[in-house]
């Protein structure tokens, strides 16, 4: 009797069918139903079930306070977090997905109700949120990367025509790419395939331009104080007065000499940090660490071209350290990837050289250090495959959207590598107390935050790059 009984429990354990809660099955069988739309009847199969979101991951929450931002409260929100971190996105969008239940947490206690996410080789639950519950050091929110989808603009997506004394359209242009501008500091948001710094057949740079066109009351224009590939775009900072390019310089070697006896001032120095997003052709092995592989200057065999590499454990060229923080957004659709890149050192072309040759991942329109992969580039595809049910689902299409505007549609893309978030000291504030070469702030400038912070959008061709990888249809 006891033999049967097992049997029959083994026969009845074949029965079961096992779900997940990533990627459920497809029905056994399905009958057609009768659909109505436009008063005429049509027979045909069920409305499939909604398509997965892409989900972006947010860093880990840094704690109280957070960077460049100063609040009353002991506390900080979980709209307040996300309006941080997008701080380029306008509140009602951040606000909808709240109210829509689009935003979760990892979570350490299993609900029924909790969806899952993949990270660390590891299934983790997500539970959803509300706008007002409070962070905790460490929580990891989830949002579908929808939030992060923009409007694609053509007006002034272009560059000035490039000679030193600009008109007043372009002076206009100039001004338009200006975040941020005080006595000390001038923050510019600036586009792709604009050099920063001139040389002799190079007029048309950023240095020269802004020398023309952004010293605005001042008798000369802001100076650099460090640099961006011309291909790259973001956040570039510039001085505006002799004292600050001096300590700016400073803060921006590797050697950090902008210290001083200030102790405010050498705290606010050691946040001072950047970030980029990257679209790169692959995904990482881990979805975050460290990359610590040092560089070396070679020149090709033709007596001219300089290149970049990694530096070997026995070869005789001088190397320079070079350390990079990465973490990755999102699963890989289509071969291609976004993460987020954090140089800890100031290379040339350190996030180009460590993505193409540490993590094998190059950045998509690097021809210099992605040859090899761009040689077999295929233009995205207008179908799709959903990484979770490997069914194929459509994209959408942006309205207006130029395919010849260098995203991933683009059979020659530009290079998606954008400095995306800046974070500095207040050097206005400070720039007294280290001229007198004091440790006491005066009362007036006591009430300023110590630090900056800037978040810039990316520019067109990766804006569409980015609504077309997230374009699931929810």
Not at 187 to 201: A, D, R
């Amino acid at each position: 009797m006891p033999m049967q009984k097992n049997s029959l429990g083994h026969h009845l354990l074949s029965l079961v069918r096992h779900y997940s809660r990533v990627a459920p099955p497809p029905p056994a069988y399905a009958d057609p139903v009768i659909r109505v739309s436009n008063n005429v009847a049509y027979l045909g199969s069920p409305k499939q079930d909604p398509k997965p979101r892409q989900l972006l991951s947010l860093p880990s929450f840094p704690g109280y306070p957070l960077p460049g931002k100063n609040s009353a409260t002991g506390h900080v929100t979980a709209i307040s977090w996300l309006k941080y971190y997008f701080d380029e996105i306008p509140d009602s969008a951040i606000q909808s997905h709240f109210n829509k239940g689009l935003v979760q947490m990892e979570s350490l206690n299993l609900n029924a109700d909790d969806s899952f996410i993949e990270r660390d080789e590891q299934m983790r639950p997500l539970r959803k949120i509300k706008h007002n519950e409070v962070m905790e050091v460490g929580a990891r929110v989830w949002v579908p990367v929808s939030v992060a989808e923009t409007r694609i603009s053509k007006r002034f997506d272009c560059i000035p025509s490039g000679t030193l004394y600009p008109n007043a359209d372009e002076i206009d242009y100039l001004r338009r790419l200006a975040k941020y501008k005080d006595y000390a500091i001038l923050v510019l948001n600036k586009p792709p395939k604009l050099p920063v710094k001139g040389s002799l057949p190079v007029h048309n740079s950023m240095d020269a331009l802004a020398a023309a066109a952004l010293s605005y009351d001042y008798d000369e224009g802001p100076k650099l104080v460090h640099r961006l590939d011309r291909e790259s775009s973001g956040l570039l900072l510039m001085g505006r007065t002799k004292e600050s390019i001096a300590h700016l310089h400073g803060l921006f070697n590797d050697l950090n000499t902008a210290k001083s006896s200030c102790k405010a001032w050498n705290d606010a120095c050691d946040a001072k940090l950047q970030r980029y997003w990257a679209l790169v052709i692959g995904i990482p092995k881990e979805n975050e660490g460290i990359i610590c592989a040092p560089l070396s200057k070679i020149i090709l065999d033709d007596g001219k071209t300089e290149r970049v590499i990694l530096a070997q454990s026995v070869g005789l060229e001088p190397s320079q350290e070079a350390i990079t923080e990465y973490r990755v957004l999102g699963p890989m659709i289509n071969g291609c990837s976004w993460i987020e890149l954090r140089p800890l050192t100031s290379r040339k072309h350190q996030l180009r050289v460590h993505c193409a040759e540490a993590l094998g991942t190059p950045i998509v329109g690097d021809y210099k250090y992605g040859w090899f992969v761009h040689r077999r580039w295929k233009q995205m595809p207008r179908v799709d495959i959903e990484p979770r049910t490997g069914k194929p689902y459509k994209l959408r299409r942006p309205e207006g959207l130029d395919v010849q505007k260098g995203s991933v549609l683009s059979k020659v893309p530009l290079l998606h590598l954008h400095c995306r978030e800046l974070v500095l000291p207040n050097i206005a504030k400070f720039l007294p107390l280290l001229n007198k070469n004091s440790d006491t702030l005066p009362p007036a400038l006591s009430g300023k935050p110590d630090l900056l912070r800037f978040v810039a959008s990316m520019p067109s061709h990766m804006k569409i790059s980015w609504n077309l990888m997230s374009s699931y249809l929810v």
